[in-house]
């Protein structure tokens, strides 16, 4: 039995000698003399080779004699198969990189029974806009309403579809055509180039800064007020610091002139988080429930971060701001499908249960370091096998990402590799381009692989992956 397998397999053509044959044939030829289906062929042809392996170990039952006629026509088939079926664009990642909230790969990973959760809402008709008890027209915000309230503290909540939108929402409904004031040292640009003063200006809103860059002091804002003043904003710098001599006016001050002056204060807290993180020893960060304890009229915050749920902007505030939000117009354009609330539902129901080992952002970033070490080193040893190349095993830091907590560093374990023969930037280009993208990072001349953002069987595959390099 183990001869014929090996026989089989033998008898398969490397991936050059198909790439090479290829180019007579009448319909590749013209995909191989175009440079820039190159590396996607590559990947096809990988592809084909690695599915017939796994068929012949699989199954062998015809004579070798027809397998060895019928291999090449199987071949062409697949092939021309996957360039008309092409691939979906949306694929699978294994995130090597050690940055937990990776914006490039989707940011927070949702827990396997909120996934559950929402296959089951996809799937089915549901109440999103039903109230059952009555039978009559419903709102599709009380099915995270109360949860939002009972683990923030506020009075009411709403959901957009992002952290920005939230934020441009508020300035069209209580903004428009006035002036929003906000310190110099939070004018923050976000990811993709967004920065506070456009989202701003977009609401229809005038900025109007306040202090210096490092410093900015209650006067400031005060002398600031006039009568075209419509609000006082907040914004938390979650994604970067400034340390030194420097002075920040905190929410409660801030809503102490509001009241005095008969202002609404609203926060962007950017991040949010639950949790204060002081258990892992992350620098302080003000939670969501202690900025809706100072007073602020809202505060929004992004769902797909520290939140570890779907990409949404949650508003959580005081009912009558809530309430304007709900009447704007804007709303109806900015407001979330099923199944981003069926995923923010599954997410705050854990929380409120008390299950926080269950949401994978919080599993990654409190991981202990002797379990990243065992991790690591089932991945070293697997990959030590591997004459192809070189591997060691060593100390490391991790990120948060998602811009939460800039300046931590995560101490991590981490799988080093780099090739005997061809280059390191040759090698992550193979691993990337796989039928499974795998994303690692390339520092002094040598291939980081973070065990801390692996998750079940991704190890299986970087080892299959790598077997494959020639």
């Keep these: 039995m183990e001869q014929e397998i ?115 809402q996809a799937e089915r008709y549901s109440n999103l806009e039903l109230n059952i008890q009555t039978g009559e027209r419903g709102s599709r915000y009380v099915h995270v309403e109360e949860l939002l309230c009972k683990l923030t503290g506020a009075e009411a909540a ?158 959580v505030g005081k009912k009558s701001f809530v309430q304007q939000l709900r009447a704007n117009q804007l709303t109806r354009a900015l407001r979330v499908d099923k199944l981003t609330l069926a995923a923010l539902e599954g997410t705050l129901r854990l929380y409120d249960n008390g299950e926080f080992n269950e949401i994978p952002v919080w599993r990654m970033l409190s991981a202990p370091l002797d379990r990243l070490y065992e991790t690591g080193f089932e991945l070293f040893t697997a990959l030590q096998r591997n004459q192809k190349i070189e591997v060691k095993l060593q100390e490391d830091v991790s990120q948060v990402g998602g811009g939460a907590w800039p300046t931590v560093e995560l101490p991590t374990w981490v799988c080093t590799i780099r090739p005997r023969k061809g280059s390191v930037i040759e090698l992550e280009k193979f691993l990337r381009l796989g039928s499974v993208a795998i994303l690692s990072r390339i520092h002094k001349d040598w291939i980081v692989m973070d065990v801390r953002t692996f998750l079940k069987d991704d190890r299986e595959e970087v080892v299959r992956r790598l077997e494959e390099w020639e």
């Design 6 to 120: 090996l026989r089989r397999l033998r008898a398969l053509p490397a991936v050059h000698e198909v790439l090479s044959r290829l180019e007579d044939e009448i319909e590749f030829s013209p995909f191989m003399a175009n440079e820039g289906w190159t590396p996607r062929m590559t990947l096809y042809v990988r592809q084909v080779l690695q599915s017939i392996r796994e068929d012949i170990n699989r199954n062998y039952a015809n004579p070798f004699e027809e397998f060895e006629v019928a291999l090449w026509p199987n071949i062409k088939k697949e092939l021309f198969n996957k360039m008309i079926k092409g691939e979906t664009s949306l694929r699978r990642v294994i995130n090597a990189t050690g940055v937990v909230l990776h914006t490039n790969c989707g940011r927070a990973l949702l827990a396997p029974e909120v996934a559950r959760f929402i296959s089951e």
């Design 158 to 315: 709403m959901v957009v579809n992002n952290n920005a939108a939230a934020v441009l929402l508020m300035m069209n409904t209580f903004a428009q055509g006035k002036e929003v004031i906000v310190s110099r040292g939070e004018l923050v640009e976000v990811g993709g180039s967004f920065r506070i003063p456009e989202v701003l200006k977009a609401g229809g809103a005038k900025l109007v800064e306040v202090g210096a860059t490092n410093k900015t002091w209650l006067k400031d804002y005060e002398a600031a007020i006039s009568s075209e003043t419509a609000m006082l904003l907040k914004v938390h710098t979650s994604n970067y610091r400034v340390e030194g001599f420097t002075h920040t006016v905190s929410g409660a001050e801030l809503v102490k002139l509001g009241e005095d002056k008969g202002l609404p204060v609203m926060e962007d807290l950017g991040s949010g988080s639950f949790f204060d993180g002081a258990n892992l020893g992350f620098p302080p960060e003000p939670t969501i429930k202690q900025t809706v304890k100072a007073g602020l009229s809202l505060v929004t915050f992004s769902g797909d971060k520290l939140l570890g749920g779907p990409q949404a902007g949650i508003i």
